[in-house]
């Protein structure tokens, strides 16, 4: 361990504690907090002995609409909560664990008021500061609000004409697709723009005589710099840059975003707490919390999370108890290297230090029904073995045999503390189990195929090869309603007497539905989402259905474009977050025309899709549907985990740093407002107790950003794990 690290655990309070739970594990049930006590009555304010309370007054009176927030350092993990005062500015704090707290105000409107000490107990009134200006207010808005003054490129400056031209990258066709490259399907999908370490130019960065200079210098910084210049190579880099050098320029010299109003109706009774994880070098992608099935599974259980590129272990969170602990993760190849590059130029927060060294590469967990932990992880190099190949006896590479493969998978049981590299010869990127009898785990990230593992039967024999199969994507194009063994393939033209191959850019999220088929989504443009019908045998009787965003004669966007993360409800309409700053539904029952065919090759069902704008200003030179949001991913809650019913659409609201909730067609915007720059990339809903009301439910996320230095509070900062809850109103305790 570097003395760079060692300083940065120390700075985020973290040292000893992880170096302690490095590698133990606690394998006793886990405890449950008593939610028998006695309540006040929902909703009269009193004051419990383990809540804070108290009214919140500002110089024109009570402050409705603002959040109080509440930190303490002095359990295992540095721990939050933060609720939204009522319409008389009243504000209760629930259910907080014994210690000493900061309290303080934040609000649109306003600056932090001073931090006051209290405890669990305590009536605490607060004063609210007003913002002195303008700039002091807009410091607290979202990213997103910040992010919406960039001027995109017009609509007649593509396609592109290159470096001789108007810069812009001849491979950007169409105005939306240029939209997509800046918001979910490029820059937004690792981190945020328009918070304050992105809005600025620190002046650690050097001397550059123009701004497009600077952020040509601060896209090449540390880990990520070579796949951040890949991405605005794409899209014309010297333009990219001018167009982000334009903006920051405008905003050092004062120009600001429309406000946002504070919360109202239900987004007042949102309680959201927070815990610390990982470490300060670590990012992490997902979490896991209960098995999507049946979200009652590991009650008041352990979190589980993936570090993806940046270190080899699960990072744990007990929240009961409020501790850490950390899984290490082994490979079967103990040859194979980290997955990232060193840095291509020095980071401000690290130096030329490589603070990403993972080689497991873990991206998605998922918990079945006995709370055993399934992972997207590398466990080799990417040469496939011999039974992947051509030649092989094994049913699937016999049908479409594969050379290579980036991650598998793995799993790690609880009772027994053990974790296993699991070999495929599909590549992996996200799982989900389908509700069968054999506990089917299906993957994305297979590229030209869709691989899936039967759990039952791995677990029962320890045999993977055995228990994996794979398929590639099969077009019914002949309508013929089964799939045949011959078949065009992409790139060639359609044949309306044969089935066709198609490879879009292969499933990037995958949603097992009631009925047995299999949902993902494409990414690129249009894109669109996927249906697989497995058959019997699916390596040789799956078929897809493909179904694009609707675009005009022209290529251009009929409204909504490009998917990212997407999910299915329990209706079988599948929901999915566009990089044009909607949420998007598609039910394809809703379709006039046939659904196979030489006819049904994306393009013949616009009539399946709906869209919902998501709450965030439009790019300011836009005259479109859509915003400047471009979430990454739409989780349904199909359990009512949340407390607001039974398969409500989710979006992960990466720019809004808030989970936005699509409630009977209106959003309900749940924020974080502390630290700023919350950024999740998915969520999991867990109900640990059906009969104790809204106190036995919620969305649990982590922070997934790529930077967590980028929040608010800065070098040493770690992601977060947050609990969201919905109480009757925002005085229930």
């Known amino acids: 361990m570097t003395i760079r690290k060692i300083r940065s655990l120390i700075i985020a309070g ?31 304010g009193q004051i419990a002995t383990d809540d804070i309370g108290g009214t919140v007054t500002g110089p024109g009176g009570p402050e409705a609409g603002v959040w109080v927030i509440a930190e303490t350092r002095d359990l295992g993990t540095r721990y939050a909560k933060t609720v939204v005062t009522d319409d008389q500015g009243r504000y209760l704090i629930p259910d907080l664990p014994e210690a000493n707290y900061d309290v303080w105000v934040r609000g649109y409107g306003l600056v932090d008021s001073e931090k006051n000490r209290a405890s669990p107990g305590d009536n605490l009134d607060l004063t609210a500061v007003a913002a002195p200006n303008k700039a002091a207010a807009a410091h607290y808005y979202p990213a997103g609000y910040w992010y919406s003054l960039l001027e995109v490129p017009a609509k007649n400056e593509f ?77 014309g880099v010297e333009h990219s840059n001018r167009m982000f050098g334009d903006w920051t320029d405008r905003i050092a010299a004062g120009e600001l975003p429309p406000a946002p109003t504070r919360p109202q109706g239900l987004e007042r009774n949102v309680v959201v707490t927070q815990w610390d994880w990982a470490d300060p070098t670590a990012y992490l992608h997902d979490l896991v919390s209960t098995d999507r099935r049946n979200p009652t599974v590991n009650r008041y259980g352990k979190i589980y999370g993936a570090l993806e590129e940046s270190a080899d272990y699960l990072p744990v969170l007990d929240p009961v108890n409020h501790t850490l602990d950390r899984i290490p993760l082994t490979m079967l190849d103990s040859e194979a290297g980290p997955v990232s590059s060193p840095p291509l130029a020095e980071s401000l927060y690290w130096g030329d230090e490589a603070i990403w060294d993972s080689r497991a590469n873990v991206h998605n967990p998922m918990l079945d029904a006995r709370g055993r932990v399934w992972i997207t992880a590398r466990v080799r190099g990417r040469q496939n073995p011999d039974w992947c190949q051509s030649g092989s006896t094994h049913p699937s590479a016999q049908v479409f045999p594969l050379q290579n493969s980036g991650r598998q998978l793995g799993v790690y049981d609880p009772g027994s503390g053990k974790y296993t590299p699991i070999d495929t010869c599909f590549g992996t990127h996200h799982l989900m189990f389908a509700e069968d009898a054999k506990d089917t785990l299906w993957t994305s990230g297979g590229g030209p195929v869709i691989g899936w593992l039967d759990t039952k039967k791995y677990l029962e024999t320890g045999d993977a090869a055995a228990a994996q199969g794979w398929t590639p994507l099969i077009l019914d194009a002949n309508g013929n309603g089964v799939r045949d063994a011959e078949y065009v393939e992409p790139g060639d033209a359609v044949d309306p007497t044969q089935d066709k191959r198609i490879y879009p850019g292969g499933f990037y999220a995958v949603a097992p539905a009631m009925d047995g088929s299999v949902w993902g989504s494409i990414l690129g443009y249009p894109g669109g989402v996927a249906r697989l019908v497995p058959g019997d045998d699916p390596s040789r009787t799956a078929l897809i259905e493909y179904y694009e965003l609707p675009v005009d004669q022209n290529g251009d966007p009929v409204e909504g474009f490009s998917p990212r993360g997407m999910d299915i409800d329990r209706n079988g309409v599948a929901w999915a977050a566009l990089a044009s700053g909607h949420m998007a539904s598609f039910d394809r029952q809703k379709c006039r025309g046939p659904l196979n065919g030489p006819e049904a090759t994306g393009q013949h069902c616009p009539e399946g899709w709906s869209f919902h704008t998501e709450p965030l200003p439009q790019f300011k030179n836009l005259d479109r549907s859509g915003s400047s949001e471009g979430s990454y991913y739409t989780w349904v809650d199909q359990f009512n985990t949340l407390g607001l019913g039974e398969n409500i659409p989710i979006n992960t609201g990466n720019q809004s740093g808030a989970l936005l909730v699509l409630k009977d067609g209106e959003w309900v915007r749940m924020r974080v407002p502390y630290p700023l720059g919350f950024y999740t990339k998915w969520m999991d809903g867990r109900i640990d107790d059906p009969n104790a009301g809204w106190k036995g439910r919620g969305i649990w996320a982590t922070f997934s950003g790529r930077a967590p230095f980028h929040m608010e509070t800065g070098e040493g900062t770690t992601s977060k794990v947050f609990h969201f809850q919905m109480r009757p109103n925002p005085l229930s305790n």
């Open 14 to 44: 973290l040292l000893p504690l992880t170096f302690i739970a490095c590698g133990s594990e606690d394998k006793q049930a886990p405890s449950q907090p008593d939610v028998s006590r006695p309540s006040p009555a929902a909703g009269d």
């Open 159 to 235: 396609p592109g004409t290159g470096p001789t031209g108007n810069g812009i990258s001849p491979n950007v066709r169409h105005q939306a697709d240029y939209i997509r490259r800046i918001t979910s399907g490029g820059c937004l999908s690792c981190h945020q723009l328009g918070n304050e370490a992105t809005r600025e130019i620190p002046d650690q960065l050097g001397t550059f005589d123009t701004a497009a200079e600077a952020w040509l210098r601060r896209v090449q910084s540390g880990q990520a710099g070579g796949s951040m210049i890949r991405t605005l190579t794409g899209m």
